[in-house]
């Protein structure tokens, strides 16, 4: 595995500075670490000059998803949505590139209140796939989890939260078995269990923190300075949700209104 897979998709989520990239794929890899740490001004920069010198394909349309995911990150449903189009439109009959375009235009439905487009979409995404292994039946998972918490179908939603950390599990990321077990925090508090869900983040936050993962690290604090935590007081979960969201900030990410 490259130091920007290993930073992208593996074991050292945390890892700055990387090299320099160069070609298409290690500009887009780069800037999903970049971006995974919460350096967006970095992420945005490796993917404008993507953008340059391979406007077309999969690759092209992959780094759309990226920039859409950071957008949704700060907030940014609705502007996402468009980046998401671009990386369906870009994506060709590539079924990584489809599929990641598809679960990210579900994200953006759910993230504006519209459930039933955000099911089809995920609907379109799972058939596309198939019996695809890797990162995106982890995204399906969580837009799954996410979709049934707005719903109200939480024993659904802990059921997909608990397939996303079994296949994190397997796929090696770091930072995706983090962000499984975030989710798994907030769809067990989606059905009451407090405790499980206090369990579950503070384990999590504890990983963030760890792997430098800046974006995660402000979404468990968030959680768990609702419904506290059984480590830190609640004054300390307060002052890590505010670091990390001026960390974001000093970064180059801007939180805006969905």
């Not at 079924?95 to 459930?115: E, I, Y």
């Not at 007081?233 to 974001?248: C, E, F, G, K, T």
Request: glycine share 10%.
């Amino acid at each position: 595995m490259t130091d920007f897979a290993d930073a992208a998709f593996g074991e050292q989520p945390g890892r700055w500075p990387l090299p320099p990239a160069t070609t298409p794929t290690d500009l887009w890899l780069r800037a999903v670490a970049a971006g995974g740490q919460g350096r967006y001004c970095a992420a945005l920069a490796d993917l404008d000059a993507l953008a340059r010198i391979h406007p077309q394909g999969a690759v092209a349309s992959l780094a759309s998803s990226t920039r859409a995911s950071f957008l949704r990150q700060l907030g940014g449903h609705r502007v996402a949505r468009g980046w998401d189009g671009r990386a369906w439109a870009a994506a060709g009959s590539d079924v990584t590139a489809g599929t990641d375009a598809l679960v990210g235009l579900a994200a953006d439905a759910l993230g504006v209140g519209r459930f039933a487009l955000s099911a089809q979409l995920l609907l379109r995404a799972h058939n596309l796939l198939g019996a695809g292994a890797g990162r995106l039946p982890i995204r399906l998972a969580w837009v799954s989890a996410e979709l049934s918490m707005f719903t109200g179908d939480g024993a659904a939603a802990v059921a997909h939260a608990r397939r996303a950390v079994d296949l994190a599990s397997d796929f090696g990321s770091a930072r995706h078995d983090t962000k499984s077990r975030v989710v798994l925090a907030a769809a067990l508090c989606s059905v009451g269990d407090l405790e499980a869900s206090r369990d579950v983040a503070d384990d999590a936050l504890s990983s963030a923190k760890g792997l430098g993962l800046v974006p995660l690290i402000w979404a468990v604090a968030c959680l768990l300075a609702d419904i506290g935590s059984a480590v830190h007081s609640p004054a300390q979960i307060a002052a890590v949700r505010d670091a990390s969201a001026d960390l974001v900030r000093h970064r180059g990410g801007a939180w805006t209104a969905r």
